[in-house]
């Protein structure tokens, strides 16, 4: 037990659905990052929070839309998927230092495996 | 372009022997260095760092040597013990930079057999 906690575990999406991941973590961290890890490619950074406000966007399609509401909590909306999008999606969390978030040591969530058909 | 190498995708070892892990890099701008573990059905773990001033740092049963001069760094494990099966990944930060985020490797399946 991290202290990450992610839900749904597993989701399964058609390409024309909406729906949510949800993170939240209990560890008094105040920066939050989305990963996405496909097979045979290295974990890919999507989107990080600090301080609740979005200071990293790498590219990300704008079909997955994040939202952090206070330090605990992230959510990534994802609206109209492809299937190449199916992958396990990993949040993370880490103290921020004063000027930029500590990249170094991140708790990791366990993941959500997506599915998109 | 991959960035953080480890080009053994899968170690076999067997119980109370030695794990020595691999990982290469190419930009010689990286001075943080961490290798996490994961699990089946959980997220990556953090397990050990060494920062790019030391060249061995050390906790527990796992060691950490990094030698900057070939980039290469490698995460020894010993005695080795079943529930050490686990992917390891090597990570690497550019603290100093603009882009401070973490470059992943693909990581390295140990398998650690009875």
């Known amino acids: 037990e991290t202290g990450v906690t992610q839900t749904p575990r597993h989701l399964v999406m058609g390409m024309t659905n909406k729906k949510s991941l949800k993170c939240e973590q209990h560890?008094?961290?105040?920066?939050m990052y989305w990963y996405k890890q496909s097979a045979k490619k290295p974990l890919e950074l999507m989107f990080v929070?600090?301080?609740?406000?979005?200071?990293e966007n790498n590219s990300v399609p704008s079909r997955f839309s994040p939202e952090c509401p206070n330090s605990s909590h992230l959510f990534l909306h994802l609206h109209t998927l492809q299937p190449e999008d199916s992958a396990l999606y990993l949040c993370?969390?880490?103290?921020?230092?004063?000027?930029?978030?500590?990249?170094?040591?991140?708790?990791f969530g366990p993941g959500t495996r997506l599915t998109v058909l | 372009d991959q960035q953080v190498k480890q080009n053994s995708p899968s170690l076999s070892v067997q119980e109370g022997r030695i794990s020595i892990l691999n990982c290469d890099y190419t930009?010689?701008?990286?001075?943080?260095f961490l290798w996490y573990k994961k699990y089946p059905a959980e997220g990556p773990t953090f397990l050990i760092s060494?920062?790019?001033i030391k060249d061995k740092n050390e906790d527990g049963r796992f060691t950490v040597f990094l030698n900057k001069s070939a980039k290469h760094l490698s995460l020894h494990i010993v005695p080795s013990q079943p529930g050490d099966s686990a992917v390891y990944f090597c990570?690497?930060?550019?603290?100093?930079?603009?882009?401070?985020?973490?470059?992943w490797g693909l990581g390295t399946s140990l398998a650690v057999n009875p």
């Open positions: 993370a969390s880490s103290r921020r230092t004063p000027r930029v978030p500590t990249y170094n040591e991140q708790f």
């Open positions: 560890l008094g961290h105040n920066a």
């Open positions: 929070y600090s301080l609740e406000e979005r200071v």
């Open positions: 930009n010689s701008m990286f001075d943080y």
């Open positions: 060494i920062s790019s």
């Open positions: 990570a690497a930060i550019n603290n100093a930079g603009n882009n401070r985020k973490l470059i």
